[in-house]
């Protein structure tokens, strides 16, 4: 098979599992936006939450936006109070109507402008102020070159999420296991009983099950490798959900903390029954936008 097969392969592929079911597709458009007006980031990306209120991002780009509650929340939460304006895209057709339809609900409709592409094939004339794309890169055929594709939109700030490899590996095989030997309904209800979040909505947990479990494409990092990519790319670190978002202080010493993450899944999914997906976030800067934080 030729690159250009398999590339399109890989893009064909993924496209076509989110046009089945969305990723974070609640039951109904009114859910998702009652979850949405409920939520701001402050609990779960404090880093991202305190940029986004500092006044100092008016525009950002997110990068596989799918059915669209972090552009509607950023817009709802920030927007008006903080004059945060939000371009959004996403290849998948069937997320980004639901995605409309949710900022309709909210009212925010004006403040996200919604745009259906490949990621490797967008381009803009003006870079923003920040780039955000969680869960997205790691999806596609190659991680790194997407990252470098899109992190050029960005003039001061990236904020990424992507599979942690060594936390990820120990969740992969349980239900790798269990698909095997009991079939996909044991693995779904395995699933239901550890993600004690998304249960209570029939969609949005069938969204989840199928994105965690089931995904035609997905690869694996670690902060140490794509902190050689920031370095390329002239970005700095600034913060990482592998340290609960402290201060780095010495960077080898956060390192060796997600290496430690392999044996803190195990002992999450395996041991206590509690939800470990192995995901990890970061946020890094253009330099001169580090010295200004
Ligand atoms: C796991 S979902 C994450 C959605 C959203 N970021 C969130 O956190 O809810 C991955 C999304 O990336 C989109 N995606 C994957 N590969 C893409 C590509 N090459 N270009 C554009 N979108 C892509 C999918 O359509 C899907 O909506």
């Given amino acids: 098979m030729s690159n250009e097969e398999s590339t399109g ?20 458009a009114k859910d998702a936006a009652r979850s949405i007006r409920a939520h701001d980031l402050e609990s779960s990306y404090p880093d991202l939450h305190e940029l986004l209120a500092s006044g100092r991002i008016s525009s950002v780009l997110e990068i596989g936006c799918g059915a669209g509650w972090l552009a509607a929340t950023i817009a709802h939460h920030y927007g008006e109070q903080h004059g945060v304006d939000v ?11 639901r995605a409309r339809i949710v900022a309709e609900e909210l009212r925010v409709g004006d403040r996200i402008s919604f745009v259906q592409s490949d990621l490797f094939e967008y381009e803009r004339d003006e870079p923003v ?12 055929r190659d991680c790194e070159a997407a990252f470098r594709h899109v992190q050029r939109f960005a003039r001061d700030h990236v ?13 992969l095989e349980m239900f ?3 698909l095997e030997s009991e079939g996909e309904d044991s693995a779904f209800e395995r699933y239901r009983q550890l993600d004690g979040i998304h249960a209570g909505d029939s969609t949005l947990v069938r969204s989840w099950f199928r994105d965690q479990v089931l995904h035609p494409h997905e690869t694996q990092h ?9 370095e390329s790319c002239e970005l700095q670190l600034d913060s990482t959900s592998i340290n609960r978002f402290a201060k780095i202080q ?22 206590e029954g509690r939800y470990f997906p192995g995901f990890f976030t970061l946020l890094a800067s253009r330099p001169q936008a580090q010295r200004a934080r």
């Fill in 87 to 97: 371009a959004a895209i996403d290849f998948c057709a069937r997320a980004l109507s």
């Fill in 129 to 140: 102020d920040l780039v955000i794309s969680l869960g997205v890169l790691h999806h596609t």
């Fill in 176 to 178: 790798r296991a269990i």
């Fill in 222 to 230: 670690t902060l140490r490798e794509v902190h050689a990519w920031l």
């Fill in 159 to 171: 904020y990424i999420g992507l599979y942690h490899a060594p936390g990820r590996l120990p969740f």
């Fill in 250 to 271: 010495d960077l080898d010493e956060v390192f060796a903390l997600e290496d430690a993450f392999a044996e803190r899944s195990r002992q999450s999914n395996l041991v």
């Fill in 9 to 28: 392969d890989v893009a064909a592929r993924v496209r076509t599992f989110y046009e089945s079911l969305p990723f974070n597709q609640h039951d109904s």
